[in-house]
């Protein structure tokens, strides 16, 4: 097993204060709280209100992460974040979290992987430190998901919500950190789940607006179906390369996208559904926001204890996926 190059020294994690139930869904949309809950899991999910923005809930996950590291904002050199819903069009995400968290001169760009958003941050994060380049990242993941759903469409307006996290990372100094990551992707696969225009072939207009081309499009099943296969082998690639075997793992803390793909995937992966974190029933998907979010109430629970191996797993539009294995 190599010694880690990289740890997190503090994690945090923020959602919106506004729930919105099954029960709330029920009234605009042909659904029905039992349908949502036995297909997946989901009971309610945190939204940002209009005048609220993703980048309040980074600074607040940010503020936590580096109290718990002990390292001032001053201190860190990079700042990365992982997700497909910044603020604005342009600049990046970590360009306005760096403005709302005090200025300065850190480096600052965002990583487009949709739900594995924050494992690939963390994997570009350890290659910054191993290169010798950055020594004090914050690493975040999140995203707006709400504000890129079609709120009328049943098919997905019910699965997901918004949420932020992330963790401080610097350089490893004993056994404790990230042992591996396996990341991955199937771009040929990309139109299963897609926002078609908004991009550069197609720029917003009254028409894409108006057919409803700007918001999630997704075949649930194929997604479904892919995800549980991709993930499972993630798993099993990280694992491999931390030399680690799925009996060994404290913790599995999984995409929260779907209670059924979590099992699915904790059955593939070899890991009893005690050792696995799931809280998909409070915030339903929160894409790139999942895995911080459940890593931040682990850690609350005290489930997460020093020299505990953790591995986290995720899968996305793309698609993308990724799992990271981390001695706590
Ligand atoms: N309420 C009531 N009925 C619904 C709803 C709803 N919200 N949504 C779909 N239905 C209906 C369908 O129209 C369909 O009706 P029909 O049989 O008359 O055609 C029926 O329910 C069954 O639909 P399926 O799509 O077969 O339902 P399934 O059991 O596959 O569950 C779901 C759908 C929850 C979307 C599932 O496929 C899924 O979770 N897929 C993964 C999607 C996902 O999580 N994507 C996020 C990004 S990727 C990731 O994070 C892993």
Redesign the pocket.
């Given at each position: 097993m190599r010694s880690p190059i990289a740890r997190l020294a503090g994690i945090g994690a923020a959602a919106p204060a506004t729930v919105v139930t099954n029960a709330d869904l029920e009234k605009t949309?042909?659904?029905?709280d039992q349908?949502?809950v036995e297909?997946?899991g989901i009971r309610e999910r945190r939204v940002l209100q209009p005048n609220e923005s993703q980048s309040d809930l980074f600074v607040a996950a940010s503020r936590d992460a580096l109290a718990q590291a002990g390292i001032p904002f001053q201190a860190i050199d990079t700042i990365i974040c992982g997700t497909c819903t910044p603020d604005r069009r342009l600049p990046a995400a970590a360009c306005d979290i760096q403005a709302k968290l005090g200025g300065g001169t850190a480096a600052a760009f965002d990583v487009v992987a949709?739900?594995p958003g924050w494992l690939y941050t963390l994997t570009v994060a350890e290659g910054l430190i191993a290169s010798g380049n950055s020594k004090k990242i914050l690493a975040l993941g999140g995203d707006r998901v709400w504000s890129i759903v079609d709120r009328e469409d049943?098919?997905t307006?019910?699965?997901f919500g918004d949420g932020a996290g992330g963790a401080v990372v610097v350089p490893a100094t004993d056994e404790r950190g990230i042992l591996a990551t396996a990341l991955g992707a199937d771009g040929t696969l990309a139109d299963l789940?897609n926002i078609p225009a908004g991009g550069s072939n197609e720029p917003p207009s009254e028409q894409n607006i108006r057919d409803r081309r700007i918001y999630v499009q997704?075949a649930?099943?194929e997604?479904?179906k892919v995800?549980v296969r991709r993930m499972a082998q993630a798993c099993h690639q990280a694992l491999g390369k931390a030399g680690i075997r799925a009996d060994d793992i404290d913790l599995l803390v999984p995409?929260q996208?779907?209670l059924?793909?979590i099992n699915a995937t904790a059955g593939e992966a070899g890991v009893p559904l005690d050792k696995v974190m799931v809280n998909v029933d409070r915030y339903g998907?929160t894409?790139a926001g999942s895995i911080p979010l459940a890593l931040v109430q682990a850690d609350g629970e005290g489930r997460l204890r020093p020299g505990m191996v953790v591995l986290l797993v995720s899968?996305?539009?793309g698609f993308t996926w990724g799992a990271v294995v981390i001695r706590w």
């Open positions: 949309l042909a659904t029905s349908w949502i297909r997946t949709a739900c049943r098919n307006a019910v699965l789940l997704m649930g099943r997604v479904f995800a995409h996208a779907n059924r793909i998907n894409s899968f996305g539009a």
